[in-house]
């Protein structure tokens, strides 16, 4: 059984968008998060001790879910279980195919009601799952309602034979403490300078190794808090414009328009940069640059000495602590909490 994390080196697979012809699918193309690969390995090896239940958290794009596929598919490759599956047998061809019975995943956040996350828990017990292992695969629990979670317990605690159940959030806080001490927790952080050198000199070599060395080193740069999904969306981006776009620009962290409106209290520039996401907008993503972007007003304001504009914003970041959206659209609800922050911040005091 082959549990080593090195790294050796992406690959091209077929003509998909480029986050999936780059996706790994074992932990030798794992760039990063080295401790946590280490972990998980150990926790591989440990056979029928191992804890059934596991918790993924981290930033969006940090690879909570990729990490989380190569983990089901480790667990029934013919070779063994192992976190670097051979990619060839018969469930793990199924499981690339996303037609392995044994694996079922969910997004959460598009399933909150208590109905949904009872049907869930009934299926983990269908007897039509055929693999030697079989894994559930939990996205965006964040998106789950306390009630949702609470469903879950005894299924975690004791899940069916032969059943290992991978949650993933980017929002650790909004899961219920009872959750979170029946799952093995591991987390997972933003790309470090070398990882992003690793990420792009493997692309970029492959996707356009006429890419000259000054944007190379500027595309670095720009690359600084972005997590490894958003890196590549965007170098699909440039290499698909021919790699003439303004790399500062283009490389811009997401919803940093939303953010940098908020701070200015602009409500109709928060709606003109909201319509300019179009359909990739996540109010996640969205809602956590707009915090970022307030607690770093708040540090600044402290250093200045500006006791007014420290509070100021603080109560505009307070505004984001309400906990998470349930219904089935939240974005009017998450409209309402911008403009409440851009009321704030307009206050004469």
């Keep these: 059984m082959d549990n080593t994390y090195n790294f050796t080196g992406l690959v091209s697979r077929g003509n998909k968008a480029i986050n999936e012809r ?3 699918r074992t932990f030798h193309e794992v760039i990063g998060n080295n401790e946590t690969k280490e972990a998980l390995a150990q926790w591989m090896e440990s056979g029928e001790k191992r804890g059934k239940a596991i918790l993924l958290h981290g930033l969006s794009g940090d690879g909570k879910t990729t990490i989380a596929r190569i983990l089901a598919m480790g667990l029934n490759c013919e070779e063994g279980d192992t976190v670097n599956p051979c990619c060839k047998c018969p ?22 009601t208590k109905d949904e996350a009872d049907r869930i828990v009934n299926e983990m017990y269908d007897s039509s799952f055929t693999g030697r292992n079989n894994v559930i695969i939990l996205d965006e629990v964040q998106g789950m309602s306390t009630g949702s979670q609470n469903l879950m317990l005894k299924t975690l605690e004791e899940p069916p034979p032969n059943t ?34 690793q990420l792009l000199g493997s692309v970029v070599n492959q996707e356009m190794p006429s890419m000259t060395v000054e944007q190379r080193l500027r595309i670095l740069a720009a690359c600084v808090g972005l997590g490894f999904r958003e890196i590549l969306n965007k170098l699909d981006k440039f290499m698909k414009g021919g790699g003439t776009d303004s790399i500062e620009e283009l490389f811009q962290q997401d919803y940093v328009g939303i953010a940098k409106a908020v701070i200015k209290g602009d409500y109709k520039d928060v709606l003109m940069q909201i319509k300019k996401c179009g359909e990739s907008f996540e109010i996640e993503g969205a809602r956590l640059m ?10 600044y304001a402290m250093d200045k000495n500006d006791r007014h504009r420290a509070e100021t914003m603080l109560r505009a970041f307070r505004v984001f602590d309400k906990g998470f959206y349930t219904d089935k659209n939240p974005l009017p609800s998450f409209k309402a909490d911008l403009f409440e922050s851009c009321l704030i911040i307009n206050e004469k005091g």
């Excluded at 980017?170 to 933003?190: A, S």
């Excluded at 707009?290 to 540090?299: A, D, G, Q, S």
Aim: charged content about 25%.
């Design 22 to 24: 780059y996706r790994p």
């Design 290 to 299: 707009v915090r970022t972007w307030l607690c770093n007003e708040i540090e």
């Design 164 to 197: 290992y159940v991978i949650l993933a959030t980017t929002d650790p806080q909004k899961i219920i403490k009872t959750i979170k001490t029946r799952c093995l927790q591991y987390g997972f952080k933003n790309p470090t300078n070398s990882d992003v050198k």
């Design 91 to 112: 469930s793990c061809i199924a499981a690339m195919n996303k037609e392995a019975m044994h694996i079922k995943e969910y997004n959460m956040s598009a399933l909150t």
